[in-house]
């Protein structure tokens, strides 16, 4: 036995098929939903400690995360006062590129500085 499976249009087997006047028997199309649906998007955080240099969070920031020194300062000091503070949203590959290369950066330099990732 064969069965053969078709695109679109669909004609439903043992349903009875519209009369559209023109003798023969009325396609029935099936809709589909176009479904694009947008990746996930992944929150960057930066976590307080007691050892890192303020400099060198808001060194980070400048670097990594495109902020400028005013801007830098500022959620230097959240995450100081906070304790975490949100330095920025990407796309899954993005932020674990971020999360990495602070990381990197903070255990090059012998910092605590701990950076994670959680999703939106
Ligand atoms: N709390 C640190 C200090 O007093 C500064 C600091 C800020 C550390 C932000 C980490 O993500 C951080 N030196």
Redesign the pocket.
């Known amino acids: 036995m064969t069965i053969t499976i078709t695109e679109m249009p669909i004609r439903l087997a043992n349903t009875p098929s519209f009369d559209d006047g023109d003798g023969s028997d009325a396609d029935v199309v099936v809709q589909t939903k176009p479904k694009t649906k947008r990746p996930p998007l992944y929150k960057v955080l930066?976590?307080?400690?007691?050892?890192?240099?303020?400099e060198?969070?808001v060194h980070v920031l400048e670097r990594f995360f495109g902020m400028s020194h005013a801007q830098a300062f500022e959620i230097?000091?959240t995450?100081?006062k906070k304790g975490v503070?949100v330095v920025g949203v990407f796309s899954h590959e993005i932020a674990e590129t971020k999360v990495g290369q602070v990381m990197d950066f903070a255990r090059r330099h012998q910092h605590p500085?701990?950076c994670t990732m959680e999703k939106e």
């Not at 930066?46 to 303020?54: E, F, G, I, V």
């Open positions: 930066l976590l307080n400690d007691d050892y890192t240099p303020m060198f969070v230097m000091l995450v100081h503070a500085l701990q």
